[in-house]
């Protein structure tokens, strides 16, 4: 079913410059050339009947609904097949097109259920619409003949035509005896999601809808976007909330709190309870397509384990004492007063959230900055896309990516180094794997074969399979290639970069030493095929590179981020559509964290706090003196608070002790701390340390933005209460406030209004202006009224580009005897990052235990089984895990996912960070890998301490 | 803080600008690195670990901690 509020024009927007001028039932009406005769009546407001069309589609012309008398043309042409002409006389509405229409209708209806008044789909049924449009009055056939709505037969015997419901997946129900086979669902696998995971089966009357080799929906390679859902003009696929539930009444648009894609969404409304979630047609991310994440794993929202009152405790060896907020704020203000008078000013400190709103992490620096008078503020950006901010920062001049997402439409090479599109940002890789079946060329920099590599339609031309920790070193035998062949556009660099740095970089860059035949043994990839690529890259047109954090989380991160803005400079592949350096970021607002000034070293906009002026200009604005120095970084933090200085920490929304690494290590320094602070809607790994719990509101509670990975400013909108009574945002306002440090906020918009005036690229911003246009990509100003989609465009936002030197130092992290192998970790797509969120869904049906991938050489050598419990064992510590036989990656490499607390990922990896940043080096960890028959110690501690923490949970009391 | 780390962090930044065709300016940018970067306390002890002998830094991470500790004004009150 489509939303409750979008108009369906039948045939998708067609761009042209050529305008073309028809009639339609006595109406003039101008369109781009190539636009359907059904899209050009629905503009003019002409609806024609229609089953099988749906803009979020390519025309079909099945259902013969559609069809229309055009002046000079013979028989009935389907009008969404049928493109405009110019003078075009079309008639919409004949006696002989009633018949016509009213006998297609007869026949659909002769094979469909008469349940119209208890059918889910009862008030949005296209199918139930289309017959009161064409005014069926009766059907003449009956259903004593062959039909699929019955399970037996006139004489009692089983209908062969007939299949049951499918309720296997937990979000939707398939109830193929309401399908009118219009392919509809099919359609929208192929070209939307991209997955290919259903068909028709059979032909003519035998015809129905397949999801793999008539598999069930949960057991066939579908993965559960919910397009077809959308798609369906029925209630064959149905959301099982809105069966539950019943039509919405209400729409409220919004912004998904999952990934980075940052999808717009219509939350669908009965009263303040959810029906359902759907994609926005008119979002500009992700233009009506969603995941399974966004679309059904909300259920988090109300989970029972959420916690809704704050809870105090003096130990973290006592229950919980369930509080009223005045108490809570008010013993969190008087431990850090008594921490600052007793160990110093510099003892505390806060860490802000990537999934709270813009707003809510702006205030907490804020509180950090001006409040505590410290700069000890940092954000979990840090262990994710800090050496962006640092890298693009020190080439291009701003620390984020180039483009909008919609720029891959005139990309022809699509690079993807160091990330996984079609797990961890699905929304977007099915878009490029929309331009990728288009023709455009694929180059994949992976050490494990990602589903992009090889999936239906598409193929890498070259899959560089390099070892992990080798980044560095493939991106400079990429640019050897390019300078040494005379691939650089020279042009493109003398104009626009800095002339001394770039001949610097050619001259580093044209050492043997960099050469894909020198490397090839360290990177572990053919340099003929390091070559081709090259080549590919540099000559076949519009090239983009998207990034993930393959390439950040490493030792070498901020040079891995270097040297892919130095291909892109050298290359010229930056600056206008279809091109640019595109990180793409993880969590839903790790990119405003970042903007919002959450680094220790920064305000907002990326501006050091040691830059006089623009301390006086937050100075002028907050009214107090602000320190001039850098603050603490997380893993600083855990080291201060080992060493007895760092002794107060407040959290919003993050969970260091499961996400960051050396698990350990952290919460060694959690427990040296005296007052931690945590304020979420779960009681996290984190929580179990901690001393104070301010229960958070979720994404649906509040108002704010998000900023997405393309520098997209999208509006979170409330479309229930706070259910813990306050938005996150209040609740750090009554905190400064109990600190002494007033805030006196009554809306989230006056927080952006303070943002923009302060903050150069955010000048024009406000929710007044997102609302107007939907969202906005800063830099938005009064150069760039409208904000920015193409970053770098005549000029570099730092002037000239700047090459920097890229020399690859191999990780320390090494192999030897001990630990032969190499562990490197990923993402799945039905889970997201630690899991808090959609552990508490039924997405748990997908993917309910990290396992450790194996490939079946280094499998075999140590006597391992697929579904064996093995445990992985590396300097830092030892975790135990089942295995998993797999070939993605190559021998020497193991892999796992991180989404489960009790699977203790992190309790392997260790301090190793990026040289610029200390993001960690989650990438790479040389491990050793055996048989085991039981957990790690580490678990068995961990399984008790957290057992006994729900236990104290359970006994919190009301004092 | 624990000092082999702060060492370990030093030696990383250092051999990034260890690349630097002109050592003076790679020095140059491994003392700026720190002193954008790290937070006082940090750097102090990272300088007063060289006074000590500084041992485990390497060579132009030496370099670079001299040179911080001299355009680093803070540290010398």
Known sequence: ?959 | MNIERLVAMANDISRYFASEPDTAAGVEGVANHLKRYWEPGMRKQIVAHLSAGGAGLEPLARQGVEKLAELDSKLRA
């Open chain 1, 1 to 959: 079913m489509l939303s409750i509020v979008e108009i369906d024009r039948g045939t998708p927007a067609v761009k042209s410059d050529r305008q073309v001028t028809l009639h339609i039932d006595g109406y003039s009406i101008s369109v781009p050339e190539g636009t359907s005769v059904m899209r050009a009546a629905a503009q003019a407001g002409i609806n024609i009947p229609k089953l099988c069309a749906t803009d979020m589609l390519e025309a079909f012309g099945s259902c013969r609904l559609c069809l229309v008398e055009i002046e000079g043309r013979k028989g009935y042409p389907a009008s969404c097949t049928t493109p405009v002409a110019e003078g075009m006389q079309v008639s919409t509405q004949t006696p002989k097109l009633a018949d016509i229409r009213r006998g297609v209708m007869e026949l659909y209806i002769s094979d469909h259920p008469l349940d119209c008044l208890t059918c889910p789909a009862n008030g949005h049924c296209e199918l139930q619409d289309m017959a009161g449009v064409v005014g069926l009055r009766e059907v003449r056939y009956g259903y004593d003949g062959a039909n699929h709505v019955f399970a037996k037969t006139n004489h009692g015997d089983a209908n062969p035509h007939f299949a049951p419901k499918d309720e296997s997946n937990p979000y939707f129900s398939f109830d193929p005896s309401k399908c009118i086979v219009c392919s509809r669902c099919v359609r929208a696998c192929d070209e939307v999601q991209g997955t290919f995971a259903l068909t028709i089966q059979g032909r003519g009357f035998e015809s129905k809808v397949s999801p793999s080799q008539n598999d069930r929906f949960l057991d066939s390679e579908c993965v559960s976007c919910g397009a077809c859902v959308q798609a369906c003009p029925t209630a064959t696929l149905s959301e099982k909330s809105l069966i539950d539930r019943g039509q919405a009444e209400h729409s409220v648009v919004t912004t998904c709190a999952y990934c980075g894609v940052g999808c717009s969404f219509r939350a669908e409304m009965k009263g303040d309870e959810i029906v359902r979630m759907v994609p926005n047609k008119d979002g500009h991310a992700n233009h009506g397509h969603s995941c399974v994440k966004g679309r059904f794993a909300i259920g988090y929202v109300s989970h029972p384990d959420r916690i809704l009152t704050p809870m105090v405790r003096q130990k973290i060896s006592d229950p919980w004492r369930i509080v009223s907020w005045d108490e809570a704020i008010a013993h969190v203000a008087s431990e850090f007063k008594r921490l600052q008078a007793t160990y110093g000013k510099f003892s505390v400190g806060g860490i802000t959230s990537s999934r709270c709103t813009n707003e809510e992490t702006y205030l907490v620096q804020k509180l950090v900055r001006a409040g505590f008078g410290n700069n000890n503020v940092d954000t979990c950006a840090r262990v994710c896309h800090s050496p962006t901010g640092y890298g693009l920062k020190s080439t291009l001049g701003e620390s984020a990516g180039t483009q909008d997402f919609d720029s891959i439409e005139s990309t022809d090479v699509v690079m993807v180094m160091g990330a996984n599109p079609t797990d961890a940002h699905p929304v977007f890789g099915s878009k490029m794997k929309q331009r990728l079946r288009a023709g455009a060329k694929l180059i994949v920099i992976d050490p494990r074969s990602i589903d992009l590599v090889r999936t239906p339609h598409i193929e890498a031309d070259y899959h560089l399979k390099l070892k992990p920790g080798t980044n560095v070193a493939i991106l400079n035998a990429l640019a050897y290639v390019i300078v040494t062949e005379g691939l650089v556009d020279e042009a493109f660099v003398a104009e626009r970069c800095e002339h001394d740095a770039f001949e610097k970089w050619r001259t580093f860059v044209a050492q043997d030493m960099h050469s894909p035949e020198a490397m090839e043994a360290e990177i572990g990839v053919p340099a003929a095929l390091i070559r081709a690529a090259a080549r590919l890259y540099a000559t076949g047109g519009n090239a983009a590179i998207y990034y993930g954090l393959g390439v950040t989380e490493h030792a070498q991160g901020s040079t891995a981020v270097m040297g892919i803005a130095n291909l892109a400079m050298a290359t010229g592949n930056i600056g206008r559509e279809g091109v640019g350096v595109n990180p793409l970021r993880g969590q839903n607002n790790v990119q405003g964290s970042c903007d919002m000034g959450s680094f220790p070293h920064e305000f907002t906009g990326y501006r050091h706090v040691g830059d006089a002026s623009v301390r006086a200009s937050f100075e002028a604005a907050w009214g107090v003196p602000l320190y001039d120095e850098p603050g603490l970084r997380i893993p600083n933090m855990f080291e201060a608070a080992i060493d007895g200085s760092f002794k107060g920490l407040y959290i919003e929304g993050e969970d260091i002790a499961q996400s960051d690494p050396n698990t350990q290590h952290v919460t060694a320094a959690l427990q040296a701390m005296e007052c931690i602070v945590v304020q979420d809607l779960f009681l996290n790994e984190t929580a179990k340390f901690a001393h104070v719990f301010l229960p958070g509101s979720s994404f649906l509670e509040k108002d704010g933005t998000f900023i997405n990975a393309e520098r997209r400013v999208s509006r979170v909108r409330k479309v229930m209460e706070p259910k813990n009574g306050y938005a996150d945002w209040e609740v750090t306002q009554l905190l400064s406030n109990a600190m002494g440090y007033p805030m006196r906020y009554t809306h989230p918009s006056q927080i952006m209004d303070e943002i923009a005036r302060l903050t150069p690229t955010f000048h024009a911003v406000s929710f007044e202006k997102i609302d107007q246009l939907g969202s906005i990509q800063w830099p938005c100003n009064d150069d760039h009224p409208l904000g920015t989609p193409v970053m770098h465009v005549g000029e570099f936002v730092r002037g000239k580009g700047r090459f920097m030197l890229t020399e690859y130092v191999p990780t320390s992290e090494k192999v030897n005897a001990k630990h032969p192998l190499i562990l490197t970790t990923g993402r799945i797509l039905s889970q997201y990052n630690v899991g808090a969120q959609t552990r508490r869904t039924a997405n748990v049906m997908w993917h309910d235990e990290d396992r450790l991938e194996i490939h079946p050489h280094d499998a075999e050598e140590r006597g391992i089984r697929d579904e064996d419990w093995v445990g992985v064992e590396s300097r830092a510590g030892e975790t135990v895990l089942r295995a998993r036989i797999s070939e993605r990656m190559q021998p020497g490499v193991v892999y796992t996912t991180f989404h489960f607390p009790g699977s203790g990922a992190n309790v392997i990896t260790t301090e190793n960070s990026d040289w610029a940043t200390n993001c960690p080096e989650y990438k790479v960890t040389a491990v050793q890998v055996t048989r085991v028959s039981q957990p790690s110690e580490w678990q068995k501690r961990h399984q008790v301490f957290s057992n006994h923490q729900q236990a104290l949970l359970d006994a919190a009391e009301t004092s």
